[in-house]
């Protein structure tokens, strides 16, 4: 089959387009031809060497496809089966896996990372990663949810224990996990959504997705914006996966007793805390690191009747996955990025 594969990490320049041995279904697996492939920055560091993947590598975590043959110990799905992966990997017999922690398993992986991905024409992954999508949902749109719609669900659902009515900071509203933090915030708990973008096209799409501010983080300071428009207070839960160029604003944006949630760091890991400010004004710092099989179900639910949309920002031929790797870094897109074998 063909494949987007890299046998050095670096640049984009390092992708190569590439004829590779297809998979080798094994009886508990399923075999899904792949329609669509959307990007993360994982993609990036993954590329990059950050996370070390085995070399050489196929990388890619979301994926939307057709099933076209599924091993003898396979029941419940058929060939010719419009499916969803769930991203991930992980043993299944571990206490986390059993407990239904799958993202606490020790071999607990992003599918694309350490094992290969999705840029590529076939793929075979255990059954328990296959989840059948709806007619409504295009290969383009259902590739576009699992990885980020997962975060932001677990991030505020999971973590921060989200409740309705409560108030929500929302940091880079053109990211993957920017789009669905709004939407869940809004649409399930109608949260009050304060949000930051770089563009006046962009804020205009965030008031769309339900934001009900957006603040321009090039031209305003996202801390003073966030008291402003709580009337002092702050907010009670911050979604963080900025790192260090927002950290600051965003634990001065909290309200006392606020949670301030982080599932990355994309401009940098290392940032201060101010320790008299965590206790005296109560505040929770969480770690969010994907999510669980059953909070995919969970957040699949809102997407599959409509009430949560994935955002497709533009579709290139998986031939031009460096194309789409420097749109990428160049961070101008409000949606996902998908790979079309
Ligand atoms: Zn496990």
């Known amino acids: 089959m063909q494949a987007i594969r890299f046998h050095e990490y670096g640049g984009p320049e390092v992708l190569r387009y590439e004829q590779v041995p297809d998979p080798v279904l094994r009886q508990d697996q399923v075999l899904v031809r792949v329609k669509a492939c959307a990007m993360n920055h994982l993609d990036l560091w993954v590329r990059m060497g950050t996370t070390r993947s085995p070399l050489p590598h196929i990388p890619g975590s979301d994926i939307a496809g057709e099933i076209v043959s599924v091993g003898e110990y396979v029941t419940g799905v058929r060939a010719g ?8 990997a992980f043993c299944n017999h571990c206490p986390a896996c059993a407990d239904g922690r ?29 989840i059948p999508i709806p007619e409504t949902l295009t290969f383009d749109q259902a590739a576009s949810v699992p990885l980020v719609f997962l975060t932001a669900w677990h991030m505020l659902v999971g973590r ?13 509203a053109g990211s993957g996990v920017g789009i669905a933090a709004i939407q869940i915030a809004k649409k399930i708990f109608r949260a009050t959504v304060i949000t930051t973008a770089g563009t006046e096209a962009k804020m205009e799409k965030a008031r769309q997705l339900g934001a009900d501010h957006v603040i321009n983080h090039y031209q305003q300071k996202i801390g003073n914006e966030v008291r402003r428009i709580s009337g002092k ?19 001065k944006s909290l309200k006392a007793g606020g949670t301030l949630v982080t599932c990355g760091a994309t401009t940098g890991p290392e940032v201060g805390l101010d320790l008299r400010f965590v206790y005296s004004r109560q505040l929770s710092v969480l770690g969010s690191y994907m999510g ?13 009747d409509g009430t949560l949309q994935p955002v497709v920002d533009r579709v290139f031929p998986l031939r031009e996955a460096r194309a789409a790797h420097e749109h990428m870094e160049k961070s101008q897109m409000f949606g996902k990025i998908v790979l079309n074998p």
């Open 160 to 172: 921060a224990r989200i409740r309705p009515g409560q108030s929500v900071l929302v940091l880079g």
């Open 81 to 88: 089966e419009r499916v969803l992966l769930a991203p991930m």
């Open 102 to 130: 799958q993202n606490q398993c020790p071999q607990f992986t992003v599918l694309g990372n350490a094992n290969d991905g999705g840029d590529c024409a076939l793929i075979s992954v255990p059954q328990v990663n296959v």
């Open 233 to 251: 207070q702050g907010v009670d839960i911050v979604v963080e996966h900025v790192g260090k160029a927002t950290w600051e604003d965003s634990v």
């Open 292 to 304: 669980t099989l059953g909070e995919l179900h969970e957040v699949l639910k809102f997407v599959f």
